[in-house]
């Protein structure tokens, strides 16, 4: 499955973006989907997955600010960010993994997006 990633761009501290991950070549139903991202001179962090059955799942520093979604039909999956702040800078990846139970480890996820930037300005 090809994953592409888009919705990036330049906002200010306490203002939205939402991220959306086109998923090709196959049924984007049949896989677990996340949200990864990583920050100039950082390692790739988990931000987000939900699973097949709409199970959703977040890092803390995301929690009640980020809320993802998929539509299977459209093969799609989003990720709103609200109350943006600066240490949500970014590159944002969208992944996919054909595991039965939940990972946030980046390693466990086969395909990958090309990632899209976020910058939030203070």
């Known amino acids: 499955v090809q994953l592409q990633a888009s919705g990036g761009g330049l906002v200010q501290a306490g203002e939205s973006l939402r991220l959306s991950c086109a998923a090709s070549g196959g049924t984007s139903s049949n896989y677990r989907m996340g949200w990864f991202r990583q920050a100039p001179g950082k390692e790739r962090e988990f931000v987000s997955a939900?699973?097949?059955?709409?199970?959703?799942y977040y890092v803390d520093s995301v929690k009640g600010r980020f809320t993802i979604s998929r539509d299977n039909a459209k093969n799609t999956v989003s990720l709103q960010m609200n109350s943006l702040k600066p240490e949500d800078t970014a590159v944002y990846y969208c992944?996919?993994?054909?595991?039965?139970?939940?990972?946030?480890?980046?390693?466990?996820?086969?395909?990958w997006g090309q990632g899209t930037l976020v910058t939030v300005s203070s």
């Open positions: 939900i699973s097949r059955t709409r199970g959703t």
């Open positions: 992944a996919a993994n054909r595991r039965i139970s939940y990972t946030n480890d980046a390693r466990d996820y086969d395909y």
